[in-house]
């Protein structure tokens, strides 16, 4: 039988999980070098030893709020392809860049964690590639494949950044576009609307 957690346990996990809450909020705000471990402790209500403790320096920090970030999208993604049953290759392309566009609405510091991160010689881009984003890329590539768009490597590399910027942008910029257009993105009308344009521009009706 499984022990329940004592309350020191339950604590320790409390305190770690509004740390890594905190860490991705931060890091995508300002950047690695930008967000400082005594910011983060500060937004997250704790003592910055207690990074230490947790993480043992900000590089593991880092690591455990991307894991935690791109987690939650492949749990989003693999929940999907277990609950549903599509009518087609096409359907099912659509329906997943919806589900990203969901995803990105609601967690929009998606972008801007990956944004701040583009020096070609920082190991923390060779990690996040080879940790989570070539398998994303792979798996876009594939049922973007099935539904007959993707025909090589470079198309898959465009339309794969498309659908990054396009599905997120929006929802990251949300305070311009409201006060530039009047349209909230987070508005459940908008995201359904801005959810149903990019799976169209990635995957148009047959003609």
């Known amino acids: ?11 320790r996990r409390e305190t770690r999980a509004r740390l890594i809450d905190s860490a991705v909020t931060l890091f995508a705000a300002r950047g690695y070098h930008g967000a400082s471990t005594r910011d983060i402790a500060a937004d997250a209500g704790v003592s910055q030893g207690l990074v230490a403790y947790h993480f043992q320096n ?8 991307a894991d935690h970030l791109f987690a939650r999208l492949g749990e989003a993604i693999t929940w999907r392809m ?7 290759a096409r359907e099912m392309a659509r329906t997943l860049i919806r589900d990203y566009v969901h995803f990105a609405a609601h967690h929009p510091q998606i972008l801007r964690f990956m944004a701040h991160e583009d020096d ?3 190991e923390r881009v060779a990690w996040l590639v080879d940790t989570h984003l070539r398998r994303l890329f792979e798996g876009f590539g594939a049922f973007m494949g099935l539904a007959g768009e993707v025909t090589d490597l470079a198309t898959a590399a465009h339309l ?9 942008v929006f929802f990251a910029v949300r305070a311009e576009c409201l006060k530039l257009t009047g349209v909230d993105a987070r508005s459940d009308e908008a995201i359904e609307r801005h959810a149903n344009l990019v799976a169209h521009l990635l995957v148009p009706d047959a003609k």
């Open 58 to 65: 900000k590089d593991h920090l880092w690591r455990a709020a």
């Open 82 to 88: 277990k609950s549903t049953s599509f009518s087609d």
């Open 120 to 122: 070609l010689a920082d």
């Open 160 to 168: 794969f950044y498309v659908m990054a910027g396009a599905g997120s």
């Open 1 to 11: 039988m499984t022990r329940p957690p004592t309350t020191r346990e339950q604590q």
